[in-house]
C-alpha cells in the first residue's frame, strides 16, 4: 500500500482523511474530493487507504488519526508555551 501522498499531508488534512476513511472507507474519496482547497488531494491520498482491505484499512486509519492529533495537540501545547514565555 503506498501511502506517500497522505504522508505528505499536513496532520490537519491527515486527520481530515483518516476520519472519512473511518465513518465510510468507500466514499471517503468522494467526501474529500468536494473540500474547496484542497480536495483533489485529500480524495487521491484516501484512494490509498481503500485499496486495502477493512481490517487493515481501519487499523491504520485509526493510528493515522492518532499520530496526526498527537502532533496538532504538540503544537497547540508549543504555542501556549510560546505566549506564557511572551
Same mark, same amino acid.
Given at each position: ?5 497522505? =504522508? ?8 481530515? &482523511?483518516?476520519?472519512? &476513511?473511518? +465513518? /465510510? ?7 474529500? /474530493?468536494?473540500? !474547496? +482547497? ?6 487521491? !491520498? ?16 485509526? /493510528?493515522?488519526?492518532? =499520530?496526526?492529533?498527537?502532533? +496538532? ?5 508549543? &504555542? ?7
Amino acid at each position: 500500500m503506498k501511502l506517500e501522498k497522505f =504522508r505528505s499531508l499536513s496532520a490537519h488534512q491527515r486527520a481530515m &482523511v483518516a476520519i472519512a &476513511v473511518l +465513518l /465510510d472507507g468507500h466514499e471517503a474519496e468522494l467526501y474529500l /474530493d468536494n473540500d !474547496a +482547497l484542497a480536495g483533489e488531494e485529500l480524495a487521491k !491520498a484516501a484512494k490509498d487507504f481503500v485499496a486495502a482491505s477493512p481490517e487493515f484499512r481501519n487499523i491504520l486509519a485509526g /493510528d493515522a488519526l492518532r =499520530r496526526a492529533l498527537e502532533e +496538532l495537540q504538540s503544537r497547540t501545547a508549543d &504555542v501556549k508555551d510560546e505566549r506564557l514565555q511572551e
